[in-house]
């Protein structure tokens, strides 16, 4: 099975901070990954499809990068609403579909 | 308006069953593949089961496998788990998702009930 890991685990930042958060495929996908976003007590929130394909409706300062086993999702200038967990999922082996541990990240 | 909501949850004993279910609305059901992902309280995300459009395509998390089963009828615009032989560590808020493409994977899973909450316990 392919596991993901995600780096960091949490991050501090402040308003208009470039975040980046990093994930990593025990195997290669080529760019079959996607991005997450969930707040507390809601569902997630799909961000960016096939590594770097942005969800309709997401705010452009959210980017996503890489192919093969590493990859990143980038925030440009951190809003006050970003402050969420931030998953990635690999989506190339089924089954299964594996979710990255999370990135918390969290007001400086 | 795309909406999926589950139903179902409860508490039950440790080897004992329940089934979940999710209604699916908005959208044409059976053009996609669908999906239930699972969150213990504090903990992160985890992929439980996923199907196909057509049920062609099934498959279980191995903390799962042989316990739960993933259904769907697209006449009704419904999915269910079937959760057999539950443990405590099954216990959590259990997503109904939908996938962008018919088949299972490659893309992501764009919308996302809001949860039914499992509790296993005496």
């Known amino acids: 099975d392919i596991q993901m890991t995600q780096s960091p685990s949490s991050v501090s930042a402040s308003v208009g901070d470039r975040v980046t958060i990093t994930c990593r495929a025990s195997?290669?996908?080529?760019?079959?990954l996607a991005w997450y976003q969930q707040k507390p007590g809601k569902a997630p929130k799909l961000l960016i499809y096939?590594?770097?394909s942005l969800q309709s409706g997401v705010p452009s300062r959210f980017s996503g990068s890489g192919s093969g086993t590493d990859f990143t999702l980038t925030i440009s200038s951190l809003q006050p609403e970003d402050f969420a967990t931030y998953y990635c999922?690999?989506?190339?082996?089924?089954?299964?579909?594996?979710f990255g541990g999370g990135t918390k990240v969290e007001i400086k | 308006e795309v909406q999926l909501v589950e139903s179902g949850g409860g508490l039950v004993q440790p080897g004992r069953s329940l089934r979940v279910s999710c209604a699916a609305s908005?959208?044409?059901?059976?053009?996609?593949?669908m999906h239930w992902v699972r969150q213990a309280p504090g903990k992160g995300l985890e992929w439980v089961s996923s199907?196909?459009?057509?049920?062609?395509?099934?498959g279980y998390a191995d903390s799962v496998k042989g316990r739960f089963t993933i259904s769907r009828d697209n006449a009704k615009n419904s999915l269910y788990l079937q959760m057999n032989s539950l443990r405590a560590e099954d216990m959590g808020f259990y997503y109904c998702?939908?996938?962008?493409?018919?088949?299972?994977?490659?893309?992501?899973?764009?919308?996302w009930g809001q949860g039914t909450t499992v509790t296993v316990s005496s």
């Open positions: 908005g959208f044409t059901f059976d053009d996609y593949a």
């Open positions: 096939a590594a770097s």
């Open positions: 999922q690999q989506a190339n082996s089924f089954p299964p579909l594996t």
């Open positions: 998702v939908k996938d962008m493409k018919r088949e299972v994977g490659y893309y992501g899973m764009d919308v």
């Open positions: 195997q290669g996908i080529n760019s079959w």
């Open positions: 199907i196909s459009w057509n049920s062609g395509s099934i």
